[in-house]
């Protein structure tokens, strides 16, 4: 079956850095992608991973290995917005958006 | 990318009911889904409306329960149908812009509640 594994809850620092991991097993790969979930709203989008490496986009960088079905989400000073839930989704064969349980991330001052 | 719109934001509903949420994209696009999102849980895909024919359904969900129009590119339509207290949740309209990646992107939803 698919599968997309990634914490249920992680809290940090405002000013800190933190990393959300995603392992991910699924039929094809076609991309893998983190968004952003604020409580009550619409997700939205933050990155999108579809080679293996680093992806940087201001504040937040996104990982990918391919090999190793692994992506994680890099936060760089943090702030209290960043306050949500990360949802990471990957696309499979039938370019489909397998979906993880999301991380809800609490930020503290 | 395209900004959707969908309505109504929310709604009330007695068990037994039928309501139509519509969903409006202001560009075109290759795909549209329907989901649904329970509170504080991951997105549950619904069905994949197809443009002028029937959509495709996931595990779970059938057409008689949430039958969904496509008339246009742009236009959408998921009702869900017979309501009952399960229902209550968010129900998110998206689309998939063309291109070799294609960002998916959301409406802002529309939560239902049945009493």
């Known amino acids: 079956g698919q599968n997309i594994d990634q914490p249920t809850e992680m809290t940090a620092t405002e000013g800190a850095i933190v990393q959300i991991n995603c392992t991910y097993q699924?039929?094809?790969?076609?991309?893998l992608f983190w968004y952003q979930q604020h409580a009550g709203e619409a997700p939205t989008f933050l990155s999108y991973n579809v080679l293996d490496g680093l992806e940087e986009k201001g504040r937040f960088s996104s990982f990918l290995s391919r090999s190793k079905g692994y992506s994680y989400l890099l936060l760089k000073e943090l702030q209290m917005k960043d306050s949500a839930s990360y949802l990471c989704?990957?696309?499979?064969?039938?370019?489909?958006?397998?979906w993880g349980a999301g991380t809800k991330l609490i930020i503290k001052p | 990318s395209a900004v959707i719109s969908q309505k109504p934001s929310r709604d009330i509903c007695q068990r037994g009911t039928s309501l139509t949420i519509q969903c409006q994209v202001d560009?075109?696009?290759?795909?549209m889904f329907w989901y649904r999102q329970q509170p504080g849980q991951s997105l549950t895909l619904i069905a994949t409306?197809?443009?002028?024919?029937?959509?495709?359904?996931e595990s779970g969900f059938v057409i008689d329960k949430f039958p969904i129009s496509r008339p246009n590119l742009t236009f959408s339509t998921l009702t869900v149908s017979n309501m009952s207290p399960e229902d209550s949740s968010i129900y998110l309209c998206?689309?998939?812009?063309?291109?070799?990646?294609?960002?998916?992107?959301f409406g802002p939803g529309t939560r239902l509640t049945v009493l």
């Open positions: 998206s689309g998939l812009a063309g291109g070799d990646w294609g960002e998916q992107f």
């Open positions: 699924t039929s094809g790969f076609n991309g």
């Open positions: 409306a197809n443009q002028g024919s029937e959509a495709t359904y």
């Open positions: 989704a990957v696309r499979d064969s039938n370019y489909q958006l397998i």
């Open positions: 560009s075109q696009v290759t795909m």
